[in-house]
């Protein structure tokens, strides 16, 4: 059980401004289990990642963290967690092997194993050979790295990371999801990560909790969250963009239990038989005389699911493209 996560209806109200940054939210991590919170810039996540790792207290609900109540027994929860934080405490003037030692003394490593452990660490994170410089000159890339070996210097059951490769160039994302991704297999370390990036989330968690304005609004594998909103998706390019809104309008009027949104110039349709729904559409607009220039017929995608979550496009929310 130390690689469980118990959240029940967690609050938290910050004083200042009275912001309620999170709203009763509720969920579950199992040992082992990649799971990645995910959404955009002010949903919630670092408040919950830092009541999660007994950084901050809650306002209301109930957090249990390996066994452990992150109020009551903040120590134990401690043993068995390695936290990378959004904004790091650092000293820029040691060098990563002395931070990584640092970290090894403060976890009770003699000064012989303190050694050892750090040389193991920076083997893993590819930094043996930028150990001797000073942190002050890291690259973005090589401070997320020497930060992850930092949260793994006591072997954590579970590993909290908040917004781990936000920022980061793509081969220092891949090199920090290829880690990632063997600490959950090998270790079978329980992974707790925030994102704003779909396809971060997509691509490495067995599941995903999609938080928005402190609410957490949908959950589930990527599979599942990908079923939840129909099995196709219509993608429709009008001639004249201004007549977006008019043709959604139609399509709602005419076609019973029709899922329709608008993006920009195009029109988005969910529905369970795609090419059944596809003549129908083509033919409404015919009717109407309303012009297409594409039309594309796929499976849905998260950034999909975030459209029909929120109703709108998730602001803040990138790609990696972007
Ligand atoms: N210490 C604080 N005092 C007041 N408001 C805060 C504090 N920390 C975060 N907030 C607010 O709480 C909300 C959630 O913030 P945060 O958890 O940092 O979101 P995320 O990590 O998803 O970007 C935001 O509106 C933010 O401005
Ligand atoms: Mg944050």
Redesign the pocket.
């Known amino acids: 059980m130390n690689g469980r996560i118990v959240v029940e209806e967690l609050t938290k109200t910050?004083k200042?401004?009275n912001?309620r940054?999170v709203k009763n939210v509720s969920f579950q991590v199992e040992e082992g289990e990649f799971f990645a919170f995910l959404?955009p810039?002010?949903?919630?996540?670092?408040?919950?990642v830092q009541i999660l790792t007994t950084l901050i207290n809650a306002t209301s609900g109930k957090v249990e963290v390996a066994g452990h109540d992150v109020i009551r027994q903040p120590e134990q929860v401690r043993q068995y967690i390695g936290v990378a934080l959004q904004e790091t405490g650092v000293d820029p003037d040691l060098t990563g092997r002395e931070m990584v030692e640092l970290q090894a003394y403060i976890f009770g490593f003699n000064k012989e194993e303190g050694k050892k452990r750090a040389q193991t660490l920076l083997e893993i994170v590819k930094l043996t050979e930028a150990a001797e410089r000073r942190i002050g000159s890291y690259s973005g890339g090589m401070r997320r790295r020497l930060d992850l070996a930092l949260t793994l210097v006591n072997e954590p059951k579970i590993l909290f990371l908040d917004e781990p490769t936000t920022g980061l160039d793509p081969s220092s994302r891949m090199a920090i999801w290829e880690e990632l991704r063997r600490l959950n297999k090998e270790n079978g370390t329980t992974i707790f990560l925030?994102t704003q990036y779909l396809e971060e989330a997509d691509s490495l968690a067995d599941r995903i909790g999609i938080i928005n304005k402190?609410e957490m609004v949908a959950m589930g594998s990527p599979k599942e969250l990908k079923a939840q909103i129909g099995h196709d998706l219509i993608t429709i390019t009008l001639k004249e963009m201004g007549r977006v809104e008019e043709a959604a309008g139609v399509l709602r009027k005419q076609v019973a239990d029709i899922d329709v949104i608008s993006r920009n110039d195009q029109i988005l349709i969910y529905v369970e038989e795609g090419t059944k729904q596809l003549l129908e559409v083509i033919r409404i607009f015919d009717n109407d005389d309303i012009g297409i220039t594409d039309i594309q017929l796929s499976s849905p995608t998260l950034d999909d699911i975030f459209l029909k979550l929120t109703s709108e496009p998730m602001e803040g929310v990138k790609t990696h493209g972007e």
């Open positions: 910050f200042k401004g912001v940054a959404g810039n002010g949903a919630g996540k670092s408040t919950t925030t402190g």
